[in-house]
DNA sequence: CTAACTGTACTATGTGTCTTAGTACAGTTA
DNA sequence: TAACTGTACTAAGACACATAGTACAGTTAG
């Protein structure tokens, strides 16, 4: 369920904040639904509690989740919608990869061709 | 002519060799002109010498400049072509956080919208 | 030739982040 | 009561990054 690259520069508790983000805006995790504990899951993917533990913290003070000392790690009723704000304000960051490529010299048709396929490849499995 | 973000997360000397890439791609840095030599760059822009050694030898090993011990740092005469088909490669990039916004729930409009927006006003500038 | 520059190669040190390890405490629940 | 839950610590190690200082060899202008 879970995939950590040991390797990455982007930090293991990082990685399952974001695998965790998306699986809510995928529905395999829904709301109100109840996440592993901090350690079973350490457990499972072979990492420290407190590694767990702070990804679960990260995921809590944006409003993702919500913990409750001795119940439990509960996805917030609103999670999808707040993530997917989250991620709108992340339309800067597309906004500056394009740039950053426009200004190295790749063409504006080979990004269009990019984003078109992919977006239309996401239609078909609507 | 550098600006350096030392509370930023990538590296000093990663910062240094994107901007020089940048200043190459704009034709600010023409190719076979000369770099500012180590130490003068290093008390510029305040960094350590070391630090702008590992940015010229990052530069270096992918092409884009030449060292010389005893005469300096050269911009490669294909140094354009090198940056353009490095960037051609990040186009994976574009598709993964394309990918990441749509499963985030972020509307294909806005994605689309986002990246017109930027090449169409790059467009005018040409 | 000399002096001042160039890149390069080291060692040593400090720092910050990430991760692991271990322990402990309080709340919940079957 | 026993086994679970999240939480809060301290301590230690690993690692990358950056700084500091020194040294060496090649180049070049005077």
């Known amino acids: 369920m879970f995939t950590i690259n040991a390797l990455s520069r982007t930090p293991v ?3 399952i904040v974001d695998q965790i983000e998306k699986l809510i805006s995928a529905g395999i995790l829904k709301e109100g639904e109840q996440l592993p504990s901090v350690r079973s ?3 499972q993917i072979s990492v420290n509690p407190n590694t767990i533990q702070k990804a679960y913290g990260e995921l809590d003070s944006r ?3 919500g913990s409750v ?3 439990g790690c509960f996805v917030m009723p609103n999670a999808r919608e707040r993530i997917k704000s989250r991620a709108k304000e992340k339309l800067s ?3 500056a990869l394009v740039e950053e490529l426009l200004q ?3 063409s504006r048709e080979d ?3 990019t984003v078109d396929s992919i977006t239309s490849k996401k239609e078909e499995s609507k």
Request: aromatic share 4%.
């Open 13 to 15: 508790y990082e990685q």
């Open 41 to 43: 899951l350490s457990i």
């Open 63 to 65: 409003g993702i989740t």
């Open 69 to 71: 000392p001795g119940r």
């Open 93 to 95: 960051a597309l906004t």
């Open 104 to 106: 190295a010299g790749v």
């Open 111 to 113: 990004i269009i061709k």
